[in-house]
C-alpha cells in the first residue's frame, strides 16, 4: 500500500468507472427520462425558477438539482452523457471529501487512501454515479456539510474556523436548492449531540449562525423568485414532500422500519464482509472523538430515515460516506497488524455472490431462456458471464492474497457498473428504456404534429429527444396529477373515452405520434380505445403508433 499514489489511481478508477460508461445505454425509467426533461426545459423555456415536467407544474423538488444536470446538457449536449454528467462528478467529488476528512482524521496516507477507494466502490455509490437523479447531488451536499463541520471543530486558528462554518452553510443552502429542508436537519441532528458530548455547545451557539446566515443568503433568491412565480409551491412542497411522505399511511415507497438494514448491507458491496469487524472496531473506540463523530453521522441519519413511512434505497446514500471512513479505519488496522482472516472471509463472501450468480445464470438460460439466441444477444450474455467471470476472480485473488492484493474488489465492481447495463436481455433494455426506442424512429416522429401517451416515463422520453414538452397524457397522471389541477394544464389530460374525438381533431392539423406501453389489462384497454391504421412498430411491451394526417 506504501508505493501506491493515492490521487492517480482514485482518478483513473473515477474516469474508467464513472465517465466512460455515461453514454453507453439509454435512459432508465423512471427516473432518468423525468430528470433529463425536466432540465432540459429549462434549458429551452429560460425559466430556471419553477420546474415544469412536459410544461407541467412539478414541484415535488426545488430547482436546484435540475440546475446541475441542466447545466451538464448546456456543456455536454442534450444526450446521454450530458444528462449523467452531474452524477458522475458529484459522486467524484464526494470521493474526494473522504479522502480529504480521512487525512484530517488520522494523518495517514494509507487510511486516506483506502478509505477513498472504498467509499468510490460501495455498489450504491458507483451505480448512482452513472444515473441520473438528485440522490448524488444532495449527498454531496451532506457530505461537505459534516465534513465542514469536523474541519470546523478541529480549526486551530480562528480564520479557518470561520471559513469551515462558512462551507457548511453553502452547503446546507446547495442541499437545501436540491432536495429540501432535509439538508437542514441532518447536520444539525448530528453536531448538537457531538457539542453536547464534547462539552462544546458554546461554540456551537457562537459559530452555528454564521453557516445558518451563508445558508439563507445561498437559498433566499431562489426561495423569494418562486414564491413570487408561484405562491402555491411552498405549501405543496412542505406538506406533500416533507410532513405527507414522513409521516402519512399514504405516503410514497411504504416500507418497514427495518428497511434500511439489509439495504445498507448490500449497498456497500463488495465490502459488506468488512461490516461486522468495523462495527465491533467502532464500538471499541466509541470513546475516541474522530470515531463518535463518524458513528452519530453513520447511525443517527439511519436512524431518522428509519422513522420514515416513505423509504427508497437511495435515501441512506448520506450514510455511506462515515461507514466508509470507519471501513476503511478497519481495514489498514487489519493489514497493518497481519490480521488477514476478515479481509479473506469478505473476498470469499464475494466469490460465493459470484457464483450463485453464474450458476442462477446458466440455470434460467437453460430452463427459462432470458436472452435469445440473436447475435446480439448473445454477445450481451457473454458479457454477462465476462462481468461475473471477473467478479469471481478478482475476489479469489483477495481471498487467497487478503495482505497485498486487498483492493481486487473494486476491480470487480468497477466492471459490473461499467458492463451491467449492456450485458441485459434485450427485454430489459427494450421495456425501460424507451429512449431508444424513440431514437431509432426520431426522423419519422420529428415530423408529427402532436404526441400522446399513455405512461409518464414514455412520455418524457418522447419529450426530451424530440425537444418537445407538449406531449398529450392519455389517461395517465401518476406524479403530474397536482400540476395538471391548473386550468392552463387540464387540455394536456386525454381521457379514456376522449381519445378517438381527440386524435381525429390532432390529425386535421398532421400527423400524430402515439407512443403506448401496452403491459397490463388497464394499458391494453387504453390500446384498444385507439383506431386502427397507422404505422406501427413494436419494441418489448412499447408500441409505436404514426397515424398520418387526414384527408
Avoid at 494509507?110 to 467509499?119: E, G, I, N, V
Avoid at 440473436?374 to 487478503?402: G, K
Avoid at 474488489?409 to 425501460?432: H, Q
Wanted: proline fraction near 6%.
Amino acid at each position: 500500500m506504501n508505493r501506491l499514489k493515492p490521487l492517480p489511481i482514485l482518478l483513473l478508477a473515477f474516469v474508467a468507472f464513472y465517465l466512460l460508461p455515461l453514454g453507453l445505454h439509454g435512459l432508465w425509467t423512471p427516473d432518468e427520462t423525468r430528470y433529463a426533461q425536466i432540465s432540459q426545459e429549462m434549458l429551452q423555456s429560460g425559466n430556471w425558477v419553477a420546474p415544469h415536467f412536459m410544461g407541467i407544474r412539478y414541484f415535488e423538488k426545488p430547482a436546484g438539482g435540475y440546475w446541475l444536470i441542466a447545466l451538464g446538457q448546456a456543456v455536454f449536449g442534450q444526450n446521454l452523457f450530458g444528462v449523467r454528467i452531474a452524477s458522475a462528478v458529484t459522486s467524484g467529488l464526494s470521493v474526494l471529501l473522504a479522502y480529504l476528512i480521512a487525512r484530517r482524521l488520522w494523518n495517514d496516507p494509507r487510511k486516506s487512501f483506502a478509505c477513498a477507494l472504498l467509499y468510490l466502490s460501495f455498489g450504491l455509490v458507483a451505480g448512482q454515479a452513472g444515473y441520473s437523479n438528485l440522490d448524488p447531488q444532495f449527498t454531496l451536499w451532506v457530505n461537505l456539510s459534516l465534513v465542514a463541520l469536523w474541519f470546523a471543530l478541529e480549526s486551530a486558528t480562528t480564520r479557518a474556523r470561520l471559513c469551515a462554518w462558512a462551507v457548511l452553510g453553502l452547503a446546507c443552502g446547495m442541499g437545501f436548492l436540491t432536495k429540501g429542508f432535509l439538508a437542514w436537519a441532518l447536520p444539525v441532528l448530528i453536531a448538537v449531540p457531538y457539542m453536547l458530548w464534547q462539552r462544546r455547545l458554546g461554540e456551537l451557539l457562537r459559530y452555528g449562525p454564521l453557516a445558518m446566515a451563508v445558508a439563507v443568503l445561498v437559498c433566499l433568491p431562489w426561495a423569494l423568485a418562486i414564491h413570487l412565480q408561484e405562491p402555491d409551491f411552498w405549501r405543496f412542497f412542505f406538506w406533500n414532500e416533507h410532513i405527507r411522505r414522513f409521516s402519512a399511511d399514504n405516503a410514497q415507497h411504504v416500507r418497514p422500519w427495518w428497511f434500511f438494514l439489509p439495504i445498507i448491507a448490500v449497498s456497500c458491496l463488495p465490502w459488506a464482509g468488512l461490516l461486522p469487524a468495523t462495527l465491533r472496531k467502532t464500538w471499541q473506540e466509541k470513546r475516541q472523538p474522530a470515531i463518535t463523530f463518524l458513528a452519530l453521522w453513520l447511525l443517527l441519519p439511519l436512524g431518522f430515515f428509519s422513522l420514515s413511512n416513505g423509504k427508497l434505497p437511495t435515501y441512506i446514500m448520506p450514510c455511506l460516506l462515515p461507514l466508509a471512513l470507519l471501513m476503511g479505519h478497519t481495514l489498514v488496522d487489519l493489514i497493518s497488524t497481519g490480521r488477514a482472516r476478515t479481509i479473506c472471509l469478505n473476498g470469499l463472501l464475494n466469490f460465493v455472490i459470484g457464483m450463485v450468480a453464474m450458476i442462477g445464470l446458466i440455470y434460467l438460460q437453460i430452463a427459462r431462456p432470458l436472452y435469445s439466441n440473436s447475435h446480439a444477444e448473445m454477445f450481451s450474455l457473454s458479457l454477462a458471464f465476462i462481468v461475473l467471470l471477473v467478479w469471481i476472480l478478482a475476489n479469489l485473488l483477495q481471498a487467497f492474497r487478503p495482505l497485498t492484493l486487498w483492493a481486487m474488489p473494486v476491480l470487480g465492481i468497477g466492471l459490473l457498473v461499467t458492463l451491467l447495463p449492456a450485458s441485459m436481455p434485450a427485454w430489459i433494455a427494450d421495456n425501460e428504456m424507451p429512449d431508444q426506442f424513440v431514437l431509432e424512429h426520431l426522423e419519422e416522429l420529428q415530423q408529427t404534429h402532436a404526441l400522446l401517451s399513455n405512461e409518464l416515463s414514455s412520455a418524457s422520453a418522447l419529450a426530451w429527444r424530440l425537444k418537445r414538452p407538449e406531449v398529450a397524457l392519455y389517461d395517465t397522471e401518476g406524479e403530474l396529477r397536482y400540476g395538471l389541477q391548473y386550468a392552463g394544464a387540464m387540455r394536456r389530460k386525454v381521457e379514456l373515452e376522449e381519445v378517438q374525438p381527440w386524435l381525429k381533431d390532432a390529425r386535421q392539423q398532421g400527423s400524430v405520434g402515439v407512443l403506448m406501453r401496452v403491459n397490463s389489462t388497464s394499458e391494453m384497454r387504453e390500446a384498444g380505445q385507439l383506431p386502427p391504421g397507422g404505422k406501427r412498430y413494436y419494441k418489448g411491451c412499447l408500441e409505436l403508433i404514426i397515424y398520418p394526417k387526414s384527408p
